[in-house]
Nanobody
Framework: QVQLVESGGGLVQAGVSLRLSCAAS????????MGWFRQAPGKERDLVSTISRNGDSTVYADSVKGRFTISRDNAKNTVFLQMTSLKPEDTAVYYCAASGKSILNRDPLYYDYWGPGTQVTVSS
């Protein structure tokens, strides 16, 4: 089993930066493909970004390209999401997810483990 815990969310003003962290335990992080998803009220859970096991490949949602950066530190079992130039439309619960498969995938069903989520609220 893999346990994931997100941190770093909060209430911020538009234009600022925020960094989310996801601490993983139960299995070496290097064996997992990792992703960040978000879900706004009344909307589906969508991929924000995903990163390969060794960090050399990433995928981003079009809406966050150029503003968000995903990274990982396998030695510290932690995945990060650096968010800059935040917009009110980025407001959502952000979830960390892990998959034992190696292919990067946007589909939430591809991921086996999920954290409880952290709220990010961006005010205008």
């Amino acid at each position: 089993q893999v346990q994931l815990v997100e941190s770093g969310g909060g209430l911020v003003q538009a234009g600022v930066s925020l960094r989310l962290s996801c601490a993983a335990s139960g299995r070496p992080l290097s064996s997992l493909t990792m992703g960040w998803f978000r879900q706004a009220p009344g909307k589906e859970r969508d991929l924000v970004s995903t990163i390969s096991r060794n960090g050399d490949s990433t995928v981003y949602a079009d809406s966050v390209k150029g503003r968000f950066t995903i990274s990982r530190d396998n030695a510290k079992n932690t995945v990060f999401l650096q968010m800059t130039s935040l917009k009110p439309e980025d407001t959502a619960v952000y979830y960390c997810a892990a998959s034992g498969k190696s292919i990067l995938n946007r589909d939430p069903l591809y991921y086996d483990y999920w954290g409880p989520g952290t709220q990010v609220t961006v005010s205008s």
